[in-house]
């Protein structure tokens, strides 16, 4: 072989390594790309002005107080957000975080922005992952107009000087950044139930999907902790370990929708039996909603396709 072939091969061969390492590269980079930290546009929220009385009625559909008020927290209590509770999980421990207006150990330095980009996307005001304990999965569906007025009300809840205490997981879950690919695969989801659906119930998802997060607990998981949407409030293992909590589509949950209202509304169900459990504070924050927000929630679970688990 001539002198002048070998250097065309030799040529040819070094174009193909320096394409196969362009490849890799640009493969690297999108996937870095793809699993940073999300965060809103500077000026998302130019424009809008927070209400607290509004922002009241987010933070009770949300369930706030459930797991950053102290456990048995109970009336003006439940307002103090100083966190510390501590939920066992496949995962490891993870302990909720202060949310109060405390500017060192709460969330009182944080900007509407800040928490929006939170609750839409999990990322911290320092640019870090949450982990999905915090279901920004549901919350990423929040309307921005309701995340400035919830910001409104937290501002006008009392400062907690009680520090963060760190999670306490297993390896290899301690480790950030592979929470940018789980957001990849799980984050920015559809609504579980599509449209159309008529008026109330269309307000009942947006409760029931989002702020209440209802499919936190009532849908399965699978093996990397993301809902399998097929099973969507067919019931799934009990966060805390004990039983199962229950289906609620159609298939199981046999109550009208008043039966369903009164339950959210004092705890009683049809059978006179009483509310159990973590349940036992998701009514006493639904029952400080509006009565067609409870009527809205329960229109929506008659409108949820009937499904076994």
Known sequence: MHDQD?????????RLWIWALAVVLAGAGAAVWVIRPQTLPHDALDGLTGVAMRGEQVFWAGGCASCHAAEGATGDARLALGGGRRF??????FVVPNISTDPTHGIGSWSALDLANALHFGTSPKGQHYYPAFPYTAYSHMTLDDIVDLKAFLETLPAVTIPNSPHDLRFPFTLRAGLGAWKWLYSG???AVPDPLNGPAER????????????????????LGGMQSAGWLTG????TGKGRTPNITPSALSWSEDEIVEYLTTGFT???DSVGGHMTEVV?????????DRAA???YLKAVPPAAP
Not at 88 to 93: L, R
Not at 207 to 222: S, V
């Open 88 to 93: 066992e999980t496949d995962f490891g421990t």
């Open 189 to 191: 989801q559809a609504w």
């Open 204 to 223: 009942g998802r947006y409760l029931a999907e989002a702020l209440a997060h209802c499919g936190e607990c009532h849908t399965p998981r699978d093996a």
């Open 6 to 14: 070998h250097g065309k091969m030799a040529r040819t061969q070094s």
């Open 297 to 299: 929630i329960a229109a």
């Open 284 to 292: 006493e924050n639904m029952a400080k909603l509006p009565p067609q």
């Open 236 to 239: 799934a293992p009990n966060p």
């Open 270 to 272: 049809p059978d006179y």
